[in-house]
């Protein structure tokens, strides 16, 4: 299994966002990431939220949750909303 090391130092320093409804998961996913190098712009628990948030801080990359709680997202997130298709054709690897 790679670490988070095994990334190249450019790799390491990318904006993250974080999509998860589980809060001791997010504070140790956010701890990891950190430490590890990423700038975490945002954690966010909700499909609708992390739209907004996405928009709002472009991050470079987004860990997204696929069965949030009341709503399933993972790989069909930016085709969920018009917000989403917009955001789909950005830079942000999901």
Excluded: K
Excluded at 11 to 19: F, H
Excluded at 22 to 43: A, K, M, N, Y
Excluded at 83 to 92: E, L, N
């Amino acid at each position: 299994m790679a670490s988070f090391s095994d990334f190249p130092p450019e790799t390491r320093s990318a904006r993250l966002l974080i999509v998860e409804d589980d809060v001791l998961l997010v504070s140790s996913l956010e701890e990891l990431l950190s430490d590890s190098g990423f700038e975490v712009v945002g954690t966010v628990g909700s499909a609708a939220t992390a739209l907004s948030l996405a928009e709002e801080r472009q991050p470079e990359l987004a860990l997204i949750d696929i069965r949030l709680v009341g709503r399933s997202m993972g790989s069909n997130w930016p085709a969920s909303s018009a917000t989403g298709s917009r955001y789909q054709r950005s830079s942000c690897p999901v």
